[in-house]
């Protein structure tokens, strides 16, 4: 509480010191309206000069990114061709290989180079060439070279002995080619083993720069110094004597098919590739201008505007802050039910509306988690109380009666037999503390223990029935939920009458939730008694296991939608139905 506490004050001190910031800022504001307005025509007129020289370093920023993208493909390509497992699968389809032992091959080796065109998006495909010219595909085949275009990369290829080369192939405006020369490193005999070959979609790369929407975008156009192999807004109206670059740095106003153009354009040492950046002229500077009286004209408005609405935003801010913090203070003393009483009126969709509803929803579940934790504490404190009255020493209880099941067993007395074994074993699991979740079917074999004592106690008064699918038995419940059950319908329905009962123990599913259910044909539960057991009020007889109890168990180990369903079958008996999710090994 004194963290919530403090929380809070530190929010209402610091919008207090908003509000003094925000008057201060309105001095200054009014004493420095005549300066800014005589200031920012000058301000312009220096912008004007700048917009040159910051369009070279955008158009450098961008060269950069291209370039460490294509780097990236490299280092891909470079991988490709010193992996071990590459290696080895090219050395291997170099001598005679079996249909199928090249169709694995073929499988692993495609596979491998799946994994690299998926670690680079702007990786279009990878074609991988045997020493037999047999070509490995992966990725997309779309826009694929033309077989006299592939032959002309893969001469490169050799020509560069190893080294990675980009080329620029005509009519493929869009995607670039990385070629490369893959030797055998086996023994250091570098042997030609095969020749890789990586499409870039260099749109792709282009299309992810940082760069304005719309015509002030521009166009980029990359040159290798002779001609243009890129354009970002296609090849048409592009002629390459405009691009034809003097300096490796420079701009300009240059006019393109009638229309004047701001060109700037940057050289760099990848490749020998310059870059160029095409921006209308007209519409870059007719905006500007346009901004420039526009934004004197707002800022005036604006002006006008924040001293007309500061009063009613302080006030908005500083009157529900006062009310929460009254309120506070009175929840610091114990007083939970004191949020009830706030104005929901003045909650509005904003920081403070927030607040308050945070602090709301906060109080609610601090008052919860009380009441919660303190009927936590009473489970636990009678739950101590039971494992106390149990605490009996188990191996005793267990050589006691294995020594009478074998008297049992000497004496020819295989009734007795088998009700001390039916009886050990209900014991053993009732001890037994280890595991708090069994299956369905291990939860089944303690019932026919159980069961096995009462037919012998009730014989022909006693019918019992089951019914329990098989996709059911291995659905994960809580320990000993079902033997006291039944042995509340012993002890009500069997017990007190003369004539045979019925008990059905059936399961099924319904939905993602596992329904058990147990109903006997007694003369059923009281409408009042139910009431009680279902708030838990009535004390029950026998195990001292009540149904609130089992209940509370269910609950806690599976969440608030489960537990117990208690019917009453008017007259015909009572349904008890255990709610839990169907949860299978």
Known sequence: MKRIWFYFTNTYNNSKLNVKLFLTISLIMVTTLV???????????????????????????SSNSIEEKLERVEEVSYEIAVDPHIQSILSALQGNVEKYEFYRLEQELEDELVKYVGSEKYIQSINLFDSFGREFLAGSSSNSLKEKDKEFALNQAEKYEGENHWMEIDENNGFLTSVRLIRSYENLNFENIG?????????????????PHGDLAGNIVISDGEHVFYSEKGMDHINNNQ???KDEQGYGIE?????????????????DWTYWSIIPFNKLFSKINAVKYSLVLVFMLLFVILISLGFNFLRRITNPILELSATMQKVQNGNFTIVNSLNHSKI?????????????????????LIQENYSKQLLIKETEFKALQAQINPHFLYNTLESINWLAIINKQKEISNMVEALGHLMRNSINFTEDIITLEEELDIVKSY?????????????????????????RIPKLILQPLLENSFK???ETSIDTSVIKLQAYQEEDKLLIRIEDNGLGIDPLILHKVKEGTVKPRGTGIGLNNIDTRIRLF???????RIENLLGKGTAVTVVLPFQSE
């Open 35 to 61: 300066l800014v307005l005589a200031g920012i025509r000058y301000a312009f007129s220096l912008y004007d000069e700048q917009i040159y020289s910051k369009s070279s370093q955008v158009l450098m920023m």
């Open 195 to 211: 020749k890789l070959m990586v499409r870039v979609n260099l749109d792709k790369i282009v299309s992810d720069l940082p760069k």
């Open 243 to 245: 691009f034809l670059a």
């Open 255 to 271: 006019k393109i098919n009638g229309e004047r153009f701001f060109v700037n354009h940057f050289t760099t040492d990848f490749e």
């Open 348 to 368: 509005y969709e904003d920081e403070i509306g927030i607040l308050y509803r945070n602090f709301i929803t906060m109080i609610h579940r601090i008052d919860e």
């Open 451 to 475: 069961l096995t004592i009462q037919k012998y106690r009730f014989d022909d008064r006693l019918e019992f029935q089951l019914d329990i699918p098989s996709n059911c038995l291995k659905c």
């Open 492 to 494: 009500h329905v069997v």
């Open 558 to 564: 599976t969440g608030e939608p489960h537990g117990l």
